[in-house]
């Protein structure tokens, strides 16, 4: 929270436009769980770098960034679009976190948390495709 508000203060500063998809909530939520995705990872085991943590982390990344093109789009159709494959994006996450938990890379506690935070993710995801195609 703290480094979302250091961030904005800092565009401020700057007279720095703040684009539309950084304003809103769930892309913020998402830089969080991706930075909370590359410690986690950082754990996993070395021959795993170019297995499941690189496509942990790029599903991931990717949550964040069909956020923001979605964000960029003019018509309702496009931005839900977008939003359906943050969605998507995220189930991948999922999916890969309970693999990596059935392999013993993460802990029960871990996959529960990723959990919460990816329906925390999810639900904000439905939520604004539903106010977009309102």
Known sequence: MIEVLVDRLIC???HM???????????KDTR??????????????AEEKFGIVSQLRR???????NIAEGAGRKT?????????????????VLNLFII???LGFITEDNLINIRREI????????ALVKRINA
């Open 12 to 14: 401020l500063i700057a």
């Open 76 to 92: 309702a159709k496009d931005q839900s679009y977008f939003y359906r494959i943050a969605f998507s994006s995220s189930l991948e």
């Open 59 to 65: 599903a991931s990344v990717s949550i964040s960034s």
């Open 32 to 45: 969080i769980f991706v930075k909370n995705v590359y410690q986690l990872t950082q754990r996993f085991p």
């Open 119 to 126: 329906e925390k993710i999810s639900n904000k995801l439905n």
């Open 17 to 27: 436009y703040i684009y539309s998809f950084e304003k809103l909530e769930v892309w």
């Open 100 to 102: 990596s938990s059935d």
